[in-house]
C-alpha cells in the first residue's frame, strides 16, 4: 500500500512474529537505552555495518514518537564519533516500510563517508531538518525512504526509479569504498559471510568504548 493515511494499520503487530521484537534476528547487541537497541545488521553489507531500533514495535521511524528523538539523536552521534574514530562518516539509512525485510523500525547505519548524492538528480521529494518532518510525511503520504549523511537529510517518495537510483549511486559507491563486494548477495549469503566483519567491527566498537573511558577518566583527574 503506497497511499498512507492509514499506512499503520497493515503492519501493526503484537510483536509475537517480529524478528526485532523477539530478537531473532538480532545478533550482537553493542549498546542498549532505555528505549534503543544498537546493533550489529545480521546480514552486514560491509564491515560496520549497524542498526538502530526502538525496542517497542512501530512500524517505520515516521511513526516513532517525538518523545523518544533525543535519544535517538544522542545514538546517532555516538554511531557518528564510532565511524569517524574508526571507518568513515555515516551514511544513516532508512527504507520506511518500502522494502523492508523486517517489518519493525530500524535505521541503517554505514561507515561510508558522504552518500555522494548529487541534489541535482533530483531524486528526493523532501529535505529534512528534523524527526517531525519524517512523521509529518508519513502522517500525510505514507511510505518513504530516508537518507542522511553529513550534507543533510532527505526523503524520498517509495518508487522504484527512485529507489533504484539510489541503490547505484550511493550503496555501490558506499560498499566500494569499504571494499566490498558490489554484487548482488542474497541476504543469506551476506549472513553467512557477515561473521567475521561483525566480529571486527565488536572489536574496534569495544576498543572505541575503552579510549572514551580513558578520555573521561583522564580529563576528571585533572
Ligand atoms: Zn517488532
Ligand atoms: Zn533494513
Not at 493515511?5 to 531473532?24: I, K, P, Q, V
Not at 552521534?77 to 551514511?91: D, G, I, L, S, W
Not at 566498537?205 to 583527574?221: K, R
Request: proline letters at 4%.
Amino acid at each position: 500500500m503506497l497511499n498512507g493515511s492509514n499506512a499503520s494499520l497493515d503492519t501493526e503487530s503484537n510483536g509475537s512474529d517480529c524478528a526485532f521484537c523477539m530478537r531473532t534476528e538480532i545478533s550482537y547487541i553493542l549498546k542498549e537505552t532505555p528505549n534503543f537497541l544498537l546493533a550489529a545488521d545480521h546480514a552486514p553489507l560491509v564491515e560496520g555495518h549497524i542498526l538502530i531500533i526502538p525496542k517497542q514495535h512501530y512500524a517505520c521511524y515516521g511513526e516513532v514518537p517525538a518523545k523518544l528523538d533525543a535519544e535517538l539523536f544522542s545514538l546517532k552521534q555516538e554511531v557518528q564519533r564510532f565511524f569517524t574514530h574508526c571507518y568513515a562518516p555515516v551514511v544513516f539509512w532508512e527504507h520506511g516500510i518500502f522494502k523492508q525485510t523486517v517489518f519493525h523500525a530500524h535505521l541503517h547505519c554505514f561507515p561510508w563517508g558522504i552518500s555522494g548524492y548529487d541534489l541535482d538528480n533530483n531524486l528526493h521529494n523532501l529535505i529534512v531538518s528534523s524527526q517531525s518532518n519524517i512523521r509529518q510525511w508519513y502522517t500525510s503520504q505514507g511510505h518513504y525512504f530516508y537518507m542522511e549523511d553529513s550534507n543533510g537529510a532527505l526523503l524520498f517518495a517509495p518508487e522504484m526509479d527512485r529507489y533504484l537510483g539510489i541503490v547505484k549511486n550511493v550503496f555501490w559507491r558506499g560498499i566500494a569504498s569499504r571494499g566490498g563486494k558490489v554484487e548482488w548477495r542474497s541476504p543469506q549469503q551476506r549472513y553467512e559471510e557477515g561473521a567475521p566483519l561483525i566480529k571486527a567491527m565488536i572489536d574496534k566498537w569495544c576498543s572505541f568504548q575503552e579510549q572514551g573511558a580513558d578520555h573521561v577518566n583522564q580529563s576528571s583527574l585533572r
